[in-house]
């Protein structure tokens, strides 16, 4: 197991560089000049301009830029919004509360419900439970999770007035402790069914499937011949071994509950990094755009190496290979 | 073609892909009114004067929802058609030199597709700017991983069958054995992939375009969501039909994707 570790934490370190160079590449390569990139379109110091020139090397050759870039990195730095007053990183860790609070809310939801749902849909294959919740699944999938953000708002919000639909506090709220926590769960109720529909219906689909295979195979059978109670036979015997797809699909997915967090969290005024985005790209404010792409590429990179590694921890074969 | 018609999934979604495609192409002939014609009726609900209601300049939304359908039907096919090209070469490149350009490839491939592809294309597009060519491009570069992976794994199982062992005893180029040997075999899958990437490059669209960065010289659903946005306590209708529109088509692509499935491997799925 700690050379499967160290295996992975090896291969897990170029990823990063290479997302790393990317971004840079990024930067370097968008028209116009480069520098408009590091300090963004809105009017910043002339003075300012001149110190990012230097701190960059911009009038260097590339691979003298590339190593700038990354020291500058190195050292926490990722750039001055001058559309927001305040440095990137701060800009960045404000918000990224709000985002991991929303994400794994809607990734520990759609998880836990989606392999409840498969496994159900799986022990009932063919009948009309599997059959609706497989067309469940089809349809979840295929429904954009801004719109459904949207049709939340039209029916709880405005139809029935059960839930709140913008922001994560109520306005003016002074509310502290329980009374602040139970006030921000009142609104994180709608963005998080939202936004959890699509992977709800992807891993109620890769469960289901994964299921039925391991439910038809020999020591299933074998279980259930020596008199093993239903429930040992479906938690310990299959749920297990259908494990491995499931949690690929739920790890392999973060990446992507964070890009469909960028547009519920537009839908909802959610303060997190995906409204970041969406403000910054109105404000043509680069050096947040390039510094959240670092971090959410970064983020995906340590999301799939903790993946490998629970699918190591749960599959020999795995981190034998 | 005749399983096809016998496959009700296939066959039904099919019917609903033709619809918008006709939509799409017989636009100017469908739409009562010009899709971008402001008026003074603003934000009045579905009936009488606009059977899906207007917005808040006073557009009709039956006509910008079926103008709307070639951005998205446009996008959707060239973008999955672009990766399909790109992901069909890589794989089979990959899949039939195995070594050290399989093992590279098949890293960047895997890596690339776990990345968040809608924050990625939003970035690059409002970087180095939008319009529909540059967004197709870029939904492409970030779509063609799938198919890759798909080809190469049947590439893989391929390169030692009798026949392209044949072939290559009888003196054929690596090329040719490619060519016409091993791609043909594997078109029913990678035309499977595509249905799925269409529907995927039609959310993608979506979401670009919600966040403002569609083309603005033609009328997309996800920027009439975008629109809707300010206005959803007042008219309802007009982010209910975009939406709907979208999910039609994604549901109907994807549908059209699995039942091709079942038409081509009928073995799996007895």
Partial sequence: ?321 | MRNLTKNPRAFGSFMVIAFFLLMAFAAPLLAPFDPFLGGSNSLQPPGSGFLLGSDHLGRDVLSQVIYGSRASLLVGLLAAFSASAIGLSVGSVSGYLGGWFDNITMRVAEFFQTLPRFVLAAIIVAVFGGGLFKIIIVIALLGWMQTARVVRSQVLRLRDAAFVEAATQLGASQFRILRTHIVPNVMASVIVTASLDIAAAILLEGGLSFFGLGDANLVSWGGMLNQAQPYIRQAWWMAFFPGMAITLVVLAFNLFGDGLNEVFSPRKHD
């Fill in chain 1, 1 to 321: 197991m700690l050379t499967y570790i160290l295996r992975r934490l090896l291969l897990a370190i170029p990823l990063m560089l290479a997302v790393v160079i990317c971004n840079f590449l990024l930067i370097t390569f968008a028209p116009g000049d480069p520098v408009t990139l590091l300090v963004g379109d809105y009017p910043a110091p002339e003075e300012y301009v001149r110190q990012v020139r230097a701190e960059y090397g911009l009038d260097q050759p590339i691979p003298v830029r590339l190593a700038s870039y990354l020291g500058q990195l190195a050292v926490g730095n990722l750039g001055y919004s001058f559309a927001n007053r305040v440095p990137v990183f701060q800009l960045i860790t404000q918000r990224v509360g709000a985002t991991l609070l929303l994400t794994l809310t809607a990734l520990t939801l759609s998880s836990i419900v989606g392999v409840l749902l498969g496994v159900i849909a799986a022990r009932q294959h063919n009948k009309p439970i599997d059959l609706v919740a497989s067309a469940g699944a089809l349809i979840g999938y295929a429904i954009p999770e801004f719109w459904l953000g949207q049709l939340f708002i039209l029916l709880f919000a405005v139809g029935l007035g059960w839930l709140p639909s913008q922001g994560m506090r109520s306005s003016r709220s002074v509310a502290t402790g329980w009374a602040d926590l139970s006030d921000v769960a009142w609104h994180l109720v709608l963005p998080a069914f939202a936004l959890s529909l699509r992977y709800l219906a992807l891993i109620t689909r890769i469960t289901r499937v994964a299921m039925i295979e391991v439910l038809s195979s020999d020591y299933i059978r074998t279980a259930r011949a020596k008199g093993a109670h239903e429930r040992s036979v479906l938690l310990i015997h299959a749920l297990r071994n259908a494990a491995a797809p499931v949690v690929t699909v739920i790890g392999y997915n973060l990446g992507f509950v964070l890009a469909g967090s960028a547009l519920v969290e537009t839908v909802y005024s959610w303060p997190g990094i995906g409204r970041l985005l969406f403000e910054s790209i109105g404000k043509r404010d680069y050096p947040v755009l390039t510094a959240i792409l670092l971090m959410v590429s970064l983020t995906v990179v340590i999301a799939n190496l903790i993946t490998d590694l629970v699918q190591g921890w749960l599959d020999p074969r795995v981190r034998n290979a």
